[in-house]
């Protein structure tokens, strides 16, 4: 079946600028995560949302990073007034609702370059 | 606060060589969950292995094994027999205890890159 998509695969950006990130996850998980990862580092966690309950917002850098998910599909994540240290490769994983795994999957990333 | 450490930042090594990737985390919880992933040149994480804290039984797939110790907070993952195509940076990872109907968030370690050289 199909996996863990996301768009645009690579973004460049100029510093200032608005951008937004598209994930759409693997259809019938109801976790989805986003996570960032800078350029030879692990990843960080940002966000993610799990059915109705409120989503867990600790990991989000700053208050120009939001992040909406429509039900249990599609994710959006939003970076305002981009700087140069917001490049980096976004990631978005999903999982199912049950266990014993709840293992992540991940999409293949896309790559924000702030000019 | 949960934290993962991965100290060795880069191993090269010669095609059916073994090499042991290292992983010491820290965390108070007495449940937890460890993982390692693979994340190839292409980008995209695979998963490896999900190993809980109950378990310390160490676990062999094929060439890989896992050698879980509670005792040292350590997670080693083993290559045996390297192949080219296992050059990759691969990444520890630990999860909080408590899941929210499912939700699992991860801390990852810094990474290894492996290269196989043939």
């Known amino acids: 079946g199909a996996g863990v998509s996301q768009s645009p695969s690579n973004k460049v950006t100029e510093k200032g600028k608005d951008v937004e990130l598209r994930c759409d996850p693997i259809s019938g998980h109801t976790a989805l995560y986003w996570y960032r990862q800078r350029l030879g580092q692990g990843l960080e966690f940002l966000i993610y949302?799990?059915?109705?309950?409120?989503?867990?917002k600790s990991g989000l850098p700053s208050d120009r990073f939001s992040a909406e998910r429509t039900g249990e599909s599609v994710s959006t994540l939003t970076i305002q007034r981009t700087q140069q240290e917001d490049s980096a490769v976004y990631l978005c994983?999903?999982?199912?609702?049950?266990?014993?795994?709840?293992?992540?999957?991940f999409g293949p990333g896309t790559r924000l370059t702030v000019t | 606060a949960q934290k993962v450490t991965q100290a060795q930042t880069e191993i090269s090594v010669v095609e059916k060589e073994d090499v042991t990737l290292d992983c010491v985390y820290e965390t108070r919880d007495t449940t937890y969950y460890l993982f390692w992933y693979k994340q190839p040149p292409s980008g995209e994480l695979v998963f490896l292995i999900r190993?809980?804290?109950?378990?310390?039984q160490n676990e062999i797939s094929g060439r890989y094994s896992w050698n879980f110790q509670k005792s040292t907070s350590s997670f080693n993952f083993t290559i045996t027999a390297s192949q080219v195509v296992d050059s990759a940076v691969y990444f520890c990872?630990?999860?909080?205890?408590?899941?929210?109907?499912?939700?699992?968030?991860?801390?990852f370690g810094q990474g290894t890159r492996l290269t196989i050289n043939p």
């Open positions: 949302f799990q059915g109705n309950s409120a989503p867990d």
């Open positions: 994983a999903s999982s199912r609702p049950t266990g014993p795994s709840y293992e992540q999957y």
């Open positions: 190993r809980n804290s109950f378990d310390e």
């Open positions: 990872a630990l999860s909080e205890s408590y899941i929210i109907q499912g939700a699992q968030k991860l801390v």
